[in-house]
């Protein structure tokens, strides 16, 4: 019994100096009926007075081993009525069997999403220990990895907690046994079809064999090292981002390229990885590939663009960088490559016809007869091809007569251009920067002047919307 109090002294010190729980949390366990996962709750429900704590069982059924997915559900049920805690169970059907480890661990993020917000729960308890950290640790380095994921399982991601990372799984079934609790046993998890499984089954037991007994031991305390240093890092880039940050909005983050440029390539990195993290709303799937695109957008001419995993849509224009997931997917459908020939080009696009004629000489009268949707301007100043598209996260331009540069965003707001007209409004750019906001004004940069010679005279007439679809698909 002495020793069951240890445990649980360890237990208890293990969840306040990692901060897991706080008093009247409520709290989800994923209750497989496993020996990790019954442990967990038998743990859990020890800390319940003294935490005043909620505690919901969740069983998910992936009704993959026949009657043995039914046993575990119902051992579930008798556990939780024993105990007094409530269960929810969820039964999951999979069509295709490919990947059948991924698509479990998809279903059970899945779930537990669902009923943490349905029941407005705090946080979701899961059963990993020591033995999954190491095996999670040696996954990630043979895969490739940086300092997060040597750092492997961390106590506390988002809504999920994982308590029991202080013990290792000798140790929790040593706690079940002299509390007399049985659990259920997994058949599938002696099988090597899967990764992990030959990891645990196969590898681990060699290395401790043939290197050091300790071995699940001293992974779990470098992982701890590893996180320690990760979060010390993560610190320490946060301060320079903000340094380096011109514009920071729940829609968008502009970072100078300079500044960026004169940080360390890991300092870069993580710099890249908390943007992405906060646009994406992820805390993942930011690597060293998406890295090297961004550091190449960096280096290029012009204005140029990059699109990253789960939406995230990179603008290099000037000197900075934006980071945004607004309008990614219309800006694609909304961009076509105009190509001005010797004589002259049309384009029908967004619900106007464009017209570019070029002119040998131009009188002072007809630059500016044409109207709010004809400009004349010097050819010469340009850098082809030309492109129609709408407006984008980030965009600017130096507004004619203005004199400096200017957001778009907020010359839209200074023109008072209604919010639901901004993107109707055609933007004309070529290589390297807006040249023309469609009815409204011309960059400074393109403006014609007493050197030049080029004149190219550009006219958009609105067209039918009929029309413009039918032009649009030859």
């Known amino acids: 019994m002495a020793e069951i109090a240890g445990y649980f002294k360890r237990f208890e010190t293990y969840v306040s100096k990692e901060d897991l729980i706080s008093r009247g949390d409520k709290i989800l366990v994923g209750f497989s009926g496993g020996a ?78 669902q009923i943490l917000k349905m029941y407005r729960f705090d946080k979701v308890a899961m059963a ?7 095996e999670t640790v040696l996954m990630n380095l043979f895969r490739g990895t940086g300092i997060n994921g040597m750092a492997g399982i961390k106590p506390q991601s988002g809504s999920i907690i994982h308590p029991l990372l202080c013990f ?33 089954n196969e590898l681990i037991p060699s290395l ?17 090292i590893f996180r320690h240093a990760e979060t010390l890092l993560k610190s320490s880039c946060s301060k320079k981002l903000k340094k380096i940050t011109l514009e920071h909005s729940p829609e968008m983050i502009t970072i100078s390229i300079t500044g960026l440029m004169k940080l360390c ?30 550091i190449s957008l960096c280096g290029s001419s012009g204005s140029k663009y990059s699109m990253l995993q789960h939406g995230v849509f990179v603008k ?44 040998k000489v131009v009188t002072k009268s007809a630059m500016t007869e044409g109207g709010k949707f004809s400009v004349i301007i010097d050819y010469d100043k340009l850098s ?44 004309l750019e070529d290589s390297s920067q807006i040249i023309w906001i469609v009815g409204h004004r011309l960059d400074e940069r393109v403006k014609c002047d007493e050197e030049t010679c080029h004149y190219l005279q550009i006219t958009a007439e609105p067209v039918h919307l009929g029309r413009n679809r039918a032009a649009s698909r030859k």
């Open 128 to 134: 990993h220990h020591k033995n999954d950290q190491a």
């Open 384 to 427: 082809m091809p030309l492109t129609i598209r709408s407006r984008q996260a980030g965009d600017r331009f130096s507004p004619l007569g203005l004199g400096h540069d200017k957001k778009l965003k907020e010359f839209f707001i200074d023109e008072k251009v209604p919010k639901f007209e901004r993107d109707k409004i055609p933007i």
């Open 168 to 200: 290792d799984k000798s140790e929790l079934l040593e706690i079940l046994r002299t509390q007399h609790i049985s659990w259920q046993e997994d058949s599938s998890n002696k099988l090597n079809n899967f990764k992990r499984n030959k990891i645990r």
């Open 36 to 113: 990790d996962s019954t442990a967990l709750l038998y743990l859990l429900s020890r800390l319940r007075s003294k935490f005043t704590i909620s505690i919901l069982a969740v069983h998910i059924n992936h009704q993959l081993r026949g009657t043995e997915s039914l046993d575990d559900e119902n051992y579930c049920k008798q556990i939780c009525l024993q105990n007094n805690i409530p269960l929810i169970v969820r039964r999951a059907e999979f069509k295709d069997h490919r990947d059948l480890e991924n698509q479990a661990r998809l279903k059970r993020q899945e779930v537990f999403s």
């Open 265 to 294: 390539e890991i300092e870069r990195f993580y710099c890249f990885k908390q943007i992405y993290s906060t646009i994406s709303k992820l805390d993942s799937d930011f690597y060293m590939h998406s890295y090297h695109e961004l």
């Open 208 to 224: 401790e064999e043939n290197y050091n007994p300790l071995l699940v031991e001293k992974l779990s305390t470098q992982a701890e």
């Open 316 to 359: 290099k224009q000037y000197n900075e960088l934006s980071f945004s997931k607004e309008r990614a997917d219309e800006a694609s459908e909304n961009s076509e490559v105009v190509v001005i020939e010797d004589d002259r080009s049309r384009a029908v696009h967004m619900g106007f016809r464009f017209t570019f004629k070029h002119l």
